[in-house]
């Protein structure tokens, strides 16, 4: 062997080692993430004041992409302690399933829950199965052809009906939560063109405390709709707050069209409120999160000061 190739080997095989064992550690890491549950609270002000007639807050708990998985325990256990915080109204914004034996996992994780008013919309991965999918198309901000592998989500959404939560998919609701008058829309998952705005579009009754929008994914074209009827909050998920992230939690992609800085939490989107879940799963084909732990949310809605 030549010298220079002896040289450059001895040089490139410990760098070889060095990213791979870096990689191991990434991977393990980030699959321990999976479980390691936060519950964000937030602070809106946006009721008229008097709204609340006394109350100092009106909760809205926001939980997102379970992708649930039989044999997922402590996802059960964190969610069914969720209500012990007594919120006035759940919002989930889809993406339950990540396997068609789910439902009952997903039914048994939401039980408390479900015996409070909530709102939901799908996204398709409750409607198909997961599928393995290459990295560096994520990574590039490729959309994903669906599976259209069916889930059972049709025995989900009975659930739900039957402990009484609206069925916001394409959708438009009236409603009081506690003495919170509340006006909402919502469409079916516009990350593959399953909406349909036309057919909920139109300003909320202005008679409403507050008006809700809801989405499985956050892409721009849809908020604009919802913005420009008067919706004065839009809840979304889909994005898993980047799912793997820079540190300090900066998102490198949405995978939708929203932009990286508006991938998690609380934001503005013209004039409107925009609150966008970490989520609480991942795909089990992408089991790992980097500096972007799974959480729910809870969104203490509170009047706004007087003029």
Same mark, same amino acid.
């Given at each position: ?155 989900? !959404? ?19 939560? $506690? ?62 707050? $980047? ?18 800085? !508006? ?21 089990? /084909?992408?089991?790992?999160?980097? /500096? ?16």
């Amino acid at each position: 062997m030549k010298p220079n190739v002896q040289r450059a080997l001895s040089v490139a095989l410990p760098l070889a080692g060095a990213t791979a064992a870096t990689g191991l550690c990434a991977a393990v890491w980030g699959y321990s993430e999976l479980t390691r549950f936060e519950l964000h609270t937030i602070t809106v002000p946006l009721l008229k004041p008097g709204a609340l007639h006394g109350a100092s807050e009106f909760k809205i708990l926001h939980i997102s992409d379970l992708h649930m998985i039989p044999g997922q325990s402590e996802k059960v256990r964190f969610l069914q302690a969720l209500d012990e915080l007594d919120p006035d109204l759940v919002i989930n914004t889809g993406d339950n399933l990540s396997d068609k034996r789910s439902v009952p996992d997903v039914l048994r994780a939401l039980g408390p829950l479900l015996r409070r008013p909530g709102m939901f919309v799908f996204g398709t991965n409750d409607y198909w199965a997961p599928q393995p999918v290459n990295p560096f198309g994520y990574l590039t901000h490729s959309r994903h052809e669906p599976s259209y592998v069916d889930l059972p989500w049709r025995d989900m !959404r009975a659930g739900f009906l039957e402990h009484g939560w609206l069925d916001a998919n394409q959708a438009r609701h009236e409603f009081k939560a $506690g003495k919170v008058r509340i006006a909402a829309a919502g469409v079916d998952d516009p990350h593959h063109d399953l909406d349909d705005y036309a057919a909920i579009a139109g300003p909320p009754n202005e008679d409403c405390d507050i008006a809700i929008a809801l989405t499985h994914s956050p892409e721009p074209r849809v908020l604009t709709e919802f913005a420009a009827d008067g919706y004065q909050i839009a809840l979304a998920g889909h994005t898993h707050g $980047g799912q793997i992230c820079l540190p300090g939690g900066r998102a490198i992609i949405t995978n939708c069209g929203i932009d990286p800085s !508006r991938a998690k939490g609380l934001s503005t989107f013209d004039g409107m409120a925009l609150h966008v879940s970490n989520g609480l799963g991942t795909s089990k /084909f992408a089991p790992v999160r980097l /500096f972007c732990r799974p959480s729910a949310t809870l969104l203490q809605i509170t009047e706004r000061p007087e003029d």
